[in-house]
């Protein structure tokens, strides 16, 4: 045979390879194409069955949950990925419905199973479909998780106890849930590399909400910096006032700069009166120039009327974000931080440069921003008034009174 006979031949099996694999390709395209139909034609007619249940509503949604569970196999395998798709946002009856509904089909109890798959990929799903779920039983096998060699699914497991522990949860347990979830999130952030991003175990403390306040103020107290840091900021964000006490101790003796300033952020957030006395501490130089910053703004926030003299007095710090903080919050006291302000922007109040400087800029923003509470332009108004006056009065000549009385 000849080198052109067989590359013609060769050419020629190439062809029939392509041509084979090309009909191949389209055989699996048209069987896909007619199961995927078939799947709807099975799955469309069920769609209002599926919303009926998340909808949750009476009579009408159990009837509809108990035509789900009365379907066959093959047909629930159809409609199983759109009741999954919908269980992740509903709440309430309609929520518990669907994984009553879950729970009876099997897909529960396999879910469970897959938290400890060998696949790192079954293991993250199953989390984040028992978190979908709110399931509460699951809660200790998805705190173990959090313990994962893959940072995947350790992550998912953090997600999916915000939802799991949360007060609503599907299902009970026969300890408290939200305290589990709570403490094992925390102890996720311990040690030199969080198990958990600290962002993602925030969220999640936060879904958890008040009951978790208790295993949060335990928190405070951890040898670690990070768990108590993210504890304040949660507390913080929960208006958990009941652990003021205990964030103004921090501010006030805790080791890490990070910590004391996130106390006060907290407290600000909380703002209670009586941390105020707290908070005007910190700001003092002996603090790092974060805390006394953090404290300042919380300051402003608290409300509390005897800090007007400790904000005055940052108004020319030498850090320049301090003193910007200490104007900012002067303004948000109201009246009488407004007239402060004002007082020290007319320099009837002394201050250095930078301090009239500074509450003048404030002052200013505000009123072009129309932000300026009614009250506060008026003791601005009132001030400038003043000094207008005093100004007028030093700047008349010294006998234009005793003339103006000659000539009358």
């Keep these: 045979m000849t080198f052109l006979a067989v590359v013609v031949a060769g050419l020629v099996l190439v062809s029939a390879l392509v041509l084979g694999l ?13 199961r995927e139909a078939r799947r709807r034609a099975v799955a469309e007619p069920l769609r209002p069955l599926i919303l009926e249940v998340a909808v949750g509503e009476g009579e009408e949604a159990t009837a509809a949950a108990d035509a789900l569970t009365a379907l066959d196999a093959a047909a629930w395998r159809t409609v199983e990925p759109a009741v999954l798709l919908v269980l992740g946002k509903v709440r309430g009856d309609g929520q518990r419905l669907l994984v009553e509904l879950l729970a009876v089909r099997g897909v529960i109890t396999r879910e469970r199973a897959g938290l400890h ?64 979830a709570a403490q094992a999130l925390l102890a996720a952030l311990a040690g030199e590399r969080p ?35 993210t504890a304040a900021e949660v507390l913080g964000r929960l208006g958990a006032s009941a652990a003021a006490g205990d964030l103004e101790d921090l501010v006030l003796r805790d080791g890490s700069d990070a910590v004391r300033a996130r106390a006060a952020t907290a407290l600000g957030r909380l703002g209670a009166p009586t941390s105020a006395s707290a908070l005007r501490a910190a700001t003092s130089p002996s603090s790092a120039a974060s805390v006394r910053r953090a404290a300042a703004v919380a300051l402003g926030e608290v409300g509390d009327p005897t800090a007007l003299r400790c904000l005055w007095g940052l108004l020319d710090d030498r850090d320049a974000h301090l003193a910007a903080a200490a104007a900012a919050a002067l303004l948000a006291l109201g009246a009488p931080g407004a007239r402060v302000l004002a007082q020290v922007a007319g320099q009837s109040a002394g201050g250095s440069p930078q301090a009239v400087a500074r509450a003048h800029e404030v002052l200013v923003c505000a009123e072009l921003a129309e932000v300026l509470p009614a009250a506060s332009a008026a003791e601005v108004g009132s001030v400038r008034a003043d000094a207008a006056a005093r100004d007028a009065a030093a700047a008349a000549p010294a006998g234009a009174g005793a003339l103006v009385g000659a000539g009358a």
Aim: proline content about 6%; aromatic content about 0%; overall charge positive.
């Design 22 to 34: 090309a009909l191949a390709i389209a055989a699996v395209r048209g069987l896909r194409a007619r």
């Design 117 to 180: 798959a060998r696949s790192a990929v079954r293991r993250a799903t199953a989390a984040e479909l028992l978190g979908a779920a709110a399931y509460a039983p699951a809660v200790p096998e998805l705190a173990a998780l959090l313990h994962d060699d893959d940072a995947e699914v350790r992550l998912v497991a953090a997600r999916a106890l915000g939802r799991a522990g949360a007060p609503g949860a599907v299902g009970v347990l026969e300890d408290d849930a939200t305290g589990r």
């Design 195 to 229: 198990a958990a991003p600290p962002d993602v175990v925030a969220r999640s403390l936060l879904l958890l909400g008040a009951p978790a306040t208790g295993a949060l103020r335990t928190a405070l107290s951890d040898p670690s910096a990070l768990v108590r840091l």
